[in-house]
């Protein structure tokens, strides 16, 4: 015995689209970043400029070509110290306890280029 089945065909009506009143857009801005300082750059800058400079850039490449431009050994030095695995710093824990050299500057920031040359 053959069932056949047939497809039922249903018609409906559409209503009319009435129009929605337009909602508005709200959108909110984040606040803008505040620019990093472009910091000028000397020959003789000081390690904590150039790594300022290196961090205010947002770019690899620019970040590398600051490096490349103060290609030094104390930066390489301060570099090595830091991301080096295999070196072990024997700097004591806690407070160290730095005397201050006689015939020293008054100025807390030492150069590490001049210190570097010594």
Same mark, same amino acid.
């Given at each position: 015995?053959?069932m056949?089945?047939?497809?039922?065909?249903?018609?409906?009506?559409?209503?009319?689209?009435?129009?929605?009143?337009?909602?508005?857009?709200?959108?909110?801005?984040?606040?803008?970043?505040?620019?990093?300082?472009?910091?000028? #750059?000397?020959?003789?800058? #000081? *390690?904590?400029?150039?790594?300022?400079?290196?961090?205010?850039?947002?770019?690899?490449?620019?970040? #590398?070509?600051?490096?490349r431009?103060?290609n030094?050994?104390?930066?390489?030095? *301060? #570099?090595?110290?830091?991301?080096?695995?295999?070196?072990?710093? *024997?700097?004591?824990?806690?407070? *160290?306890?730095?005397?201050?050299?006689?015939?020293?500057?008054?100025?807390?920031?030492?150069?590490?280029?001049?210190?570097?040359?010594?």
């Amino acid at each position: 015995m053959a069932m056949t089945t047939t497809k039922k065909t249903t018609t409906r009506t559409r209503k009319a689209a009435t129009p929605k009143p337009a909602a508005k857009k709200t959108t909110t801005r984040k606040p803008a970043k505040p620019k990093a300082e472009k910091i000028t #750059l000397t020959p003789t800058s #000081l *390690v904590h400029d150039i790594f300022s400079a290196i961090s205010s850039e947002r770019t690899k490449a620019k970040k #590398l070509e600051i490096l490349r431009n103060y290609n030094e050994n104390f930066i390489k030095a *301060v #570099l090595i110290w830091n991301f080096d695995e295999t070196i072990i710093s *024997v700097l004591p824990e806690g407070e *160290v306890p730095i005397q201050q050299k006689e015939n020293a500057d008054k100025n807390p920031n030492t150069n590490i280029r001049k210190e570097w040359e010594k």
